[in-house]
């Protein structure tokens, strides 16, 4: 299984909802990434997990919440978004080639298309 | 902090050869990529490049590296309409595996039939 999976492939809330974003990947890979990416503009990070514990938080608001529940899941909880924040996020997830020399390439999901109104 | 560029768009006729190319900043770069982003779709890793090394051929793709231009292009022989898509590159410059990777803007490539 060299997949990850991210639901819901589509979301629209409005500025005053809670929701949740979902990635979970069984390769075994110990660090997880969230990426935010507008229309004809690369990744950009938002956040980074490593051996379950946020690595990296690249000064996102905290109206975006990271989770890590387990090495498998990773959430991104939303409230009080802004229409602005309306995107494709993307999950990612990647091995440790410190300990067996891999490429350490990120794997990605097909992302969450997330419409904020 | 490390920039990465590439020229925006690149139209090309089927069955011609496409050349994409990338210059990055970061001298301590240890791994350069070319993802493939399909319309709707997430990224998908197309090859890599050591920095150690200067090319490296994959089925139609070569990728040739200058390490002391920073520079990085992907060949692709033979191209179909199947690879119209934005083609990032992106590199990283560390051993371990949790360390993000910078991408560039992203090049679309349009295949004319």
């Known amino acids: 299984d060299t997949e990850v999976t991210q639901t819901p492939k589509h979301l629209v809330m409005g500025m005053t909802n809670k929701k949740s974003l979902k990635c979970e990947q069984h390769m075994g890979h110990r660090a997880m990434y969230w990426y935010k990416q507008k229309a004809k503009k690369p990744p950009e990070l938002m956040f980074v997990?490593?051996?379950?514990?946020?690595?990296i938080n690249e000064s996102v608001p905290s109206r975006f919440s990271p989770e890590c529940p387990n090495s498998s899941l990773l959430n991104l909880h939303l409230h009080a978004l802004q229409p602005e924040d309306s995107a494709l996020y993307l999950c990612a997830s990647s091995q440790d080639h410190v300990v067996a020399g891999d490429l350490g390439e990120l794997f990605f999901g097909e992302g969450s298309r997330l419409t904020v109104l | 902090g490390e920039d990465v560029e590439q020229s925006l768009f690149l139209s090309v006729r089927e069955g011609d050869s496409s050349v994409i190319n990338c210059t990055y900043t970061d001298s301590s770069s240890t791994y350069l990529y070319w993802y493939k982003q399909e319309p709707g779709a997430g990224l998908q890793l197309l090859t890599y490049?050591?920095?150690?090394?200067d090319m490296k051929q994959d089925q139609r793709l070569t990728v040739l590296l200058n390490k002391k231009d920073k520079h990085l292009s992907l060949r692709i022989a033979d191209t179909q309409t199947g690879d119209s898509a934005i083609y990032f590159c992106?590199?990283?410059?560390?051993?371990?595996?949790?360390?993000?990777?910078?991408f560039g803007k992203g090049t679309r490539l349009s295949v004319i039939a």
């Open positions: 992106a590199e990283s410059n560390s051993n371990s595996g949790n360390t993000p990777l910078v």
């Open positions: 997990y490593s051996y379950e514990k946020l690595s």
């Open positions: 490049i050591f920095s150690n090394m």
